[in-house]
């Protein structure tokens, strides 16, 4: 049911947006996620960024957390959309878009995809400085921001 | 076997993808990369820290104690940082 | 800093997207919630909502959260967006955009603030059915909701 | 002062605002339920329960036991249902 795109042109948000809620009177939700690629400040700018990606695994990977996901909530549909080759600051890397008929579906199943992408799906950073091109550090945090949706309870279930 | 190279690992093997025929005693993940990084300085460079090391058996994760099998695709890449 | 409007009219929240991030290379991350009046199935079919709201305070109220959204989180930008008068089925009812340099803040902050929109904001739906029209109960589930925020800690901390 | 009435409050009333000069003995949120509901049956039917009314003075959410001061605006609805 959900759509996985890896695409090296852009994606326009509103459109997918809309394809998720039209002549769908249950959707009561929407939750989009988008990354943008930071420009960095000072000695830290950054000029461009290059997203690596193993084709073939990485529509796989993102393709099975997107059926976990339909799976745990009650998705009414889901769109991920990642980009891969060079962009500039200010570029969109990535679109998640939940719709549920109610809210704490759709912001869960957005969390979780983007915990999943960021530690799981085989894509790397190359950021562009003044010194050259430096390959991004994976985060501890990411880690752990994806290990909570491995216990079974989670105090986002009180949410609607 | 395929063997693709992804990121730094990349980098500092110096190509993207190669195909090698290891010895049999070779059997899982952990045992391709120490037969892998005995092959030269650009692989031991490349290895030389194997716990930074992340593996996919026919594009799906593996760890070091998973077994080769008849694996066709191997691929080798730094901690991912999409999203 | 933030953007607060209670409108009859629509939004739209790809315009209020791109407010959010351009000319900010610190914007690593967009949430958007969309709330969208839902139609009802069968003999629950809705024909029509109509959101009643309290002028001055339904501001104040929102203006508030905000306020303390962006005390809590380090966000770049928020803009909340609440539709008065009424609405079809399939029409847009809220916006919600929240803009951090990366995602956790942006997640957080934005269900904080749906969540007090529904329990603390004065709006009152009611919706029309054959029967007539009848006003739409509280749910328990988003007093819980909102209470989650008022634990110190939580678990999403673990979060980037 | 001013009363304001929203959702079925409103509807029960039948007025969307009125102004009011409660006795000096009406001094919270609660007392001054309590006065308005004894003005007729269709205040009784409007205060009914009034553990499900909500008040505001002044355009900030009050308690009961919430003291009227020198309110100028107050004002009854049910639970909030928005969002």
């Known amino acids: ?160 | 076997m395929k063997i693709l190279y992804f990121a730094w690992v990349r980098e500092r093997v110096g190509k993207t993808e190669e195909t090698v025929e290891p010895p049999a005693h070779v059997r899982t993940v952990g045992e391709l990369v120490a037969w892998l990084a005995a092959r030269g300085e650009e692989y031991a460079y490349a290895f030389e820290n194997p716990k930074v090391i992340r593996a996919a058996i026919d594009r799906t994760h593996a760890k070091p104690e998973t077994a080769l099998g008849a694996a066709r695709e191997i691929a080798f890449f730094p901690p991912m940082t999409g999203g």
Request: glycine letters at 8%.
């Open chain 1, 1 to 160: 049911m959900g759509t996985v795109r890896l695409q090296r042109e852009d994606f326009d948000a509103a459109a997918e947006q809309r394809r998720l809620c039209e002549a769908r009177p249950d959707v009561g939700a929407i939750v989009t996620f988008t990354g943008i690629c930071r420009g960095g400040e000072g000695a830290d700018a950054i000029s461009a960024m290059t997203l690596e990606h193993y084709p073939g695994m990485a529509e796989d990977e993102i393709a099975r957390h997107v059926a976990e996901a339909e799976a745990r909530w009650d998705l009414k549909g889901v769109t991920v959309i990642h980009r891969y080759g060079r962009l500039i600051p200010g570029e969109n890397i990535v679109l998640v878009a939940t719709a549920s008929a109610h809210r704490a579906d759709a912001f869960a199943a957005a969390e979780f995809l983007m915990d999943y992408l960021k530690t799981s799906a085989p894509f790397w950073k190359n950021e562009e400085r003044r010194e050259g091109g430096r390959w991004v550090e994976a985060r501890s945090e990411d880690d752990a921001a994806a290990a909570r949706w491995q216990s079974p309870s989670r105090s986002r279930e009180a949410a609607e």
